[in-house]
């Protein structure tokens, strides 16, 4: 027992050393050598002391010198995880972007088989040897393309792609998608915006690859079930990494709480492997395991090393080793050996958001399950088994979900429920279709023509949970503290029985840990965003519990922008929304956000928009919109705003004892409406002089900004949200001593009455501190 003991201590050691990694905010940020080296110094001390007291709480535990010896291996664990961290070699292909021309021509190999993205383009991983003609080059590339010139292409092909190179930046906006930090995991530095493929002149017959058969298998699935029906299908059997499911689709599976239904993982390997061991129960058990083992095999080739699978298979093998030599299974000892096995081959998958998910949902199988299950021994052990498994997988993976994406689905279990045996037709009906299909295509589609019900009515259940209100709730940023002790007290109730019975007061302990920060900081925050845009300034005002959001940007800014950094706040609904240019219904951002939150008060710019909005226009049907007319003032509960300025918009907006100035984008772009420009900026200036306005902040876009309006009005900070400014503007405002701020090169600009300006790299550095 003290043995078995002893290896779970150590093998625990080593995942919690690579966990500890954390605090250093990678990939988030670029941490120094002395940090690694001191946290791994800290670990070792902490595993000193450990050893010294432990026996005081746990008499019956391992001896001193183990925890040394685990101290010693979370220490090393730390300086192992560092060591492994990719960086850009000399050649690689990532120093080359700062010298490199508008268009450049890469020649490699391609990895991977090219995906969909969510902006319509073809994307793949790639190999890079040359940079041009003469210039030889390492180093792995995101490659992006048009549809058309990406058919048919395949991983191990050699061609030479044409397009910019670029080297993403960190995310610009808190909440938002740190693309480069996901770069860097993947071990890639830089990305390419392909343009053209060119082939090599001989033709080369494609090489044999696992590729292949997912393509076989998929194209049989789409054939009669057709999209997204098809889609799904494979998805739920390959895994949505393998296949181009749609994203609204996929987003409305994540939404419900059901993104492990299209994640290849520990639930099908289960399913197969259940399968395949009921199919060969009259046989040996050599027979049963050599079977099985080669299901695994094909299993884990078909769907790609993803972490997930490579976890379930592990445990599934470990399952038919102790088939054979006859030993009872011991679930949890197969999780650790598999966690340890796969973290020791890449301890970078540490940061898998795939594998920490699918590990958390099989513990908490394995030790949540039998406790629910007494809880409802009343029920027949059927019906209770579709109540158990969601809970036990959703309480153990509700906090790191609630970390990493700031939102619950609060109907997640009722979903599960309702899904589940829909769930399991699909899976199994999808996995003959897929084996069939591999030796006989046409007879796999007829097999998966059978699914089509089945699929669609879990499409609708689906839908239905995504439509219920409130099927989204942001719960804001918590820290990486409350994370371990949300998991702290899981833990404690899997080890203790007396807490067991206690399960209420624990739930009560965990809802005070999410609910009171989350109270308090909406009682007590104000705070201006400035969030960084590529066209009109988009400014959130957080005073207290009442929310403003001035302009929303187009579609793809609303989408990838604004709606993130409003989970990341905890903010459920706008009491104000501001729209001093309305665009069209395509390109405005307003619907979106509009249809994924409730707005109290519409306001906008009647004569940005040149008249009324029509009573068809989405956003007016969607709230009762009111008319912002020039001179008017609105109050929202401390602050008050007031267009001085409809064209272009400028909006004043009085804080306190501040005064901030946003100018908007002129509707005069034209060359022929440059007399409109001139007279609208001098009867602006007229106006501004008479306002004699004593002002702090000036929010310009930076292509509509006057020399004569920075002289007259003499900010003390001025903010661009632009790309690039003129010279002469950074000269002015560099002689009148005002402070200067740009988003494109700043991120988001945050302000706190006791804390002042803030950018976005301040603001991940504080993110990626322990509390």
């Known amino acids: 027992m003290k043995s078995s003991s002893a290896a779970a201590v150590l093998g625990l050691a080593y995942i919690c050393g690579l966990l500890s990694t954390t605090v250093l905010g990678y990939p988030a940020r670029e941490a120094a050598w002395w940090q690694w080296i001191g946290l791994s110094l800290g670990i070792a001390i902490c595993g000193v002391l450990v050893a010294k007291f432990i026996h005081r709480f746990w008499r019956t535990g391992p001896r001193k010198k183990v925890w040394l010896l685990a101290g010693l291996i979370a220490a090393l664990a730390v300086v192992y995880f560092w060591l492994r961290i990719p960086h850009p070699v000399k050649n690689d292909v990532s120093r080359y972007v700062e010298n490199a021309p508008e268009e450049v021509t890469i020649q490699g190999e391609i990895l991977t088989e090219p995906r969909l993205t969510r902006s319509d383009r073809a994307f793949f991983w790639f190999e890079a040897t040359q940079l041009n003609e003469n210039e030889s080059v390492s180093g792995k590339l995101y490659v992006t393309l048009p549809l058309l010139q990406a058919t048919g292409l395949y991983p191990g092909q050699n061609l030479a792609v044409s397009g910019r190179l670029y080297q993403p930046n960190p995310a610009p906006n808190p909440g938002a998608f740190d693309f480069s930090a996901y770069l860097a995991r993947e071990g890639a530095f830089a990305g390419l915006s392909g343009r053209e493929v060119i082939l090599p002149e001989t033709e080369v017959k494609p090489p044999w690859g696992w590729w292949k058969l997912r393509q076989r298998i998929i194209r049989a699935q789409i054939r009669w079930l057709g999209s997204p029906k098809g889609q799904l299908v494979s998805s739920m059997v390959l895994g949505r990494r393998a296949v181009d499911l749609p994203y609204d689709l996929r987003d409305r599976f994540v939404k419900a709480g059901l993104a492990h239904v299209l994640a290849a993982s520990g639930f099908h390997v289960s399913l197969l492997l259940g399968v395949v061991l009921g199919l060969t129960a009259r046989f040996s058990a050599k027979t049963q395991f050599v079977v099985g083992a080669i299901t695994l095999f094909i299993y884990v080739g078909l769907t790609g090393l993803q972490a997930s699978v490579m976890r379930a298979a592990l445990m599934g093998f470990g399952a038919l080793f102790a088939l054979v030599v006859g030993k009872k ?309 401390r602050n008050l705003i007031r267009l001085i300025s409809s064209e272009p918009p400028v909006l004043e907006l009085q804080l306190g004892k501040q005064t901030w100035l946003l100018v908007g984008e002129s509707q005069y772009t034209k060359p022929e409406q440059l007399a409109e420009q001139l007279q609208s900026a001098r009867s602006l200036m007229q106006t501004l002089d008479k306002q004699n306005l004593d002002l702090k902040v000036l929010l310009f876009s930076g292509s509509n900004i006057r020399l004569d309006w920075l002289e007259t009005l003499q900010p003390k900070i001025a903010i661009a949200s632009t790309r690039n400014i003129a010279p002469h503007i950074l000269q002015t405002l560099s002689e009148n001593k005002i402070k200067f701020y740009m988003t494109s090169r700043d991120g988001a600009i945050q302000w706190t009455p006791g804390g002042g300006f803030q950018t976005t790299h301040s603001i991940v550095d504080r993110d990626a501190s322990l509390f």
């Open 329 to 637: 299974r011991k679930p949890l000892g197969l999780l650790l050996l598999a966690a340890i096995a796969l973290l020791l081959f890449n301890p970078l998958w540490i940061r898998d958001l795939g594998f920490q998910l699918s590990f958390l949902a099989t513990l908490g199988l394995i030790v949540t399950v039998p406790v629910v299950t007494k809880w409802l021994d009343w029920l027949p052990p059927a019906i209770a088994a579709l109540f158990t498994v969601p809970i036990a997988a959703s309480l153990w993976t509700l906090p790191l979900v609630i970390y990493v994406f700031h939102v619950v689905a609060p109907y997640t279990i009722p979903a599960n429920i309702a899904a589940m045996p829909l769930v399991a037709i699909v899976s199994l009906g999808g996995f003959l279709s897929a084996f069939v299909a591999i030796v006989f295509p046409i007879a796999g589609s007829t097999l998966a023509e059978l699914l089509n019900y089945p699929s669609e009515w879990l499409i609708s259940i689906v839908e239905y949970f995504t439509n219920l209100p409130n099927s989204s709730f942001a719960v804001g940023k918590i820290s990486l503290f409350s994370l371990i002790a949300l998991y702290g007290l899981l833990a404690l109730v899997w080890w203790n029985k007396k807490w067991q019975r206690r399960w209420w007061l624990v739930t009560l302990m965990a809802l005070l840990l999410l609910i009171v920060p989350f109270w308090f900081r909406q009682a007590t925050l104000f705070q201006l965003t400035l969030l960084a845009t590529e066209n009109e300034p988009v400014l959130v005002i957080q005073d207290r519990r009442a929310v403003t959001l001035i302009n929303s940007g187009d579609l793809e800014t609303a989408q990838y922008t604004v709606l993130p950094f409003l989970r990341q706040q905890g903010i459920n609904q706008l009491d104000w929304a501001v729209a001093l240019d309305v665009q069209s219904p395509e390109e405005s951002g307003w619907q979106l956000i509009l249809s994924e939150l409730p707005v109290t008060n519409f306001l906008y710019n009647t004569v940005a928009g040149q008249k009324p909005l029509p009573e068809d226009n989405p956003i007016a049907t969607a709230i009762p919109a009111q008319t912002l007319e020039t001179g008017s003032s609105v109050l929202l509960k």
